[in-house]
């Protein structure tokens, strides 16, 4: 068996590399990169915004949010080029940049500490309105059928704002379960900064797991749901993830044996062993168990074994020497999965490559593959080669991070980027009058800075096009991860 741990595996390794294609490795400005990905959810903020905003061709917007339940549901992301909130991915969204905080806040400038706090507390001061009524969660604001058919600024919206709630006893454990993990999840990450906040946090994740363990089943099962969230954001993959990750979280935050217990107890049941290579706003498989094996790693706790057995699993289906290896990339050497937004997998993947690899070197272990041992070096040259295709090292020479390098996509799908800022028109342009602007060929007015699109082809093609949403698009939890992966690479430039 071969081991892959430096210094040892180093040759092999690049040898290994190089059965891909590369490009010219050009040198990145990771510090610059980790600034753009957090500036860039301050472009898609709802509410009123902040004197200190700095994203300025954006203002104010969803104003009335929550006035059909006579609630305050103002604030939040809207996930993507569209005017709607969608709770189930801005809540993953929320756990991976509280996790990126957690795992790689010490390593952040403080300021970009400091904004990368302020970008999960936009997220979590909505997800605590979210579940502030007893036996209720809100789980959606905005008719994406009405508002897709418009293409208008979110300042401009005259959609109908529906409230979408879901209320005992009738389940919504998948975003019940990931509300959880997002506030259990950034109550670690506040807990220095705001203590007092981080109580509130961990308080109201507490209830939301209990909405989601008592009232079992996937929130868009119901009928009053359904029509809203689907095909966009269905449980296509089962509730029963979520209910293992929030459980997961609530252990890390709280050190509360009952949680312990949880995962003990249903990890089997609720098939943690299963769709392990998946990690994303509907698939919490793969980054559950890395996060679990954490406690496993550093804690010795051999009750969790199983959980740490999948993580190894995972990690050596990226590795292409592994004889289990079976991750497919794209010529150019991105990890590709199909459907829309492939870049979303990049960026997960690579920050569960980056974790892992930090649980492996503070325990002086190394994953065995079979053929081959596996250190922590080989699972962050893994990541740096994705980080590095995104930034620009791919077969385009083109930077999928919208204003990062001179090389970009100019025309993404995205309604406040490509329609004139209130500040330059202040007059409206209603639901139809935007498709001018969206059939136009011309780049968007306002650079949606830090904006990661979904990405391109299985031949590495992009067509830099606002038609085409599943490549042009970008979303927020594709950015999410990203945040904890450039602050490891621009903590350690040099790292080849």
Not at 245 to 257: I, N
Not at 264 to 276: F, S, V
Request: glycine residues 8%.
């Amino acid at each position: 068996m071969k081991n892959l741990s430096p210094p040892h595996y180093a040759l092999l390794f690049t040898a290994l590399l190089a059965q891909l294609p590369l490009f010219q490795s050009s040198y990145h400005e990771y510090q610059d990169a980790l600034s753009k990905s957090i500036l860039f959810f301050e472009g898609q903020r709802s509410g009123y915004l902040p004197q200190d905003q700095r994203v300025t061709w954006r203002a104010n917007s969803g104003l009335s949010d929550g006035w059909t339940y006579n609630t305050d549901l103002t604030g939040g992301y809207y996930d993507a080029g569209d005017n709607v909130k969608f709770g189930f991915p801005m809540a993953f969204t929320t756990t991976m940049l509280a996790w990126s905080v957690n795992e790689f806040g010490d390593l952040m400038p403080p300021n970009e500490l400091r904004n990368s706090l302020v970008a999960i507390r936009w997220a979590t001061d909505y997800l605590l309105k979210t579940v502030s009524q007893p036996n209720r969660i809100f789980v959606q604001v905005g008719d994406p059928n009405g508002d897709h058919i418009c293409w208008e600024r979110p300042e401009d919206m005259d959609t109908p704002r529906v409230v979408y709630a879901v209320d005992a006893p009738n389940p919504a454990s998948d975003v019940a379960g990931e509300t959880a993990a997002a506030l259990a999840a950034s109550s670690m990450a506040f807990r220095s900064s705001d203590p007092g906040y981080a109580e509130t946090l961990l308080r109201n994740a507490i209830n939301a797991f209990q909405f989601a363990d008592s009232y079992r089943g996937a929130y868009s099962d119901n009928s009053n749901i359904k029509d809203g969230a689907c095909p966009f954001y269905c449980d296509f993959d089962g509730y029963q993830d979520e209910l293992l990750w929030g459980a997961a979280w609530l252990r890390r935050a709280s050190y509360d044996d009952t949680y312990l217990s949880f995962l003990q107890n249903n990890g089997e049941t609720l098939g943690a062993d299963e769709n392990i290579n998946e990690f994303g706003w509907d698939n919490k498989h793969a980054g559950l168990n890395v996060l679990v094996s954490k406690e496993v790693l550093e804690g010795n706790m051999n009750s969790l074994q199983s959980y740490k057995e999948s993580a190894d699993s995972f990690m050596c289906t990226l590795i292409p020497e592994s004889s289990s290896s079976h991750v497919e990339y794209t010529p150019g050497g991105l990890i590709y999965k199909p459907g829309g937004s492939n870049l979303q997998h990049a960026t997960t993947i690579s920050f569960l490559l980056l974790a892992y690899a930090n649980y492996l070197e503070r325990t002086s272990q190394s994953v065995n593959c079979g053929n081959v041992n596996v250190g922590p070096y080989s699972l962050r040259q893994q990541a740096k080669r994705q980080v590095d295709y995104i930034l620009g090292d791919n077969p385009l020479g083109l930077s999928y991070m919208v204003g990062y390098s001179d090389h970009y996509p100019q025309r993404i799908h995205h309604r406040g980027s490509s329609l004139p800022s209130v500040k330059d028109h202040p007059d409206l342009i209603a639901c139809k009058e935007g498709s001018i602007y969206c059939n136009s060929s011309n780049p968007n007015p306002n650079v949606h800075v830090g904006a990661i699109v979904g990405g391109p082809s299985e031949d590495d093609s992009y067509e830099d096009s606002r038609d085409d949403f599943r490549k042009s698009e970008p979303t927020t939890y594709i950015n999410a991860p990203f945040v904890g992966v450039l602050a490891y690479f621009a903590a350690n430039p040099s790292f080849s």
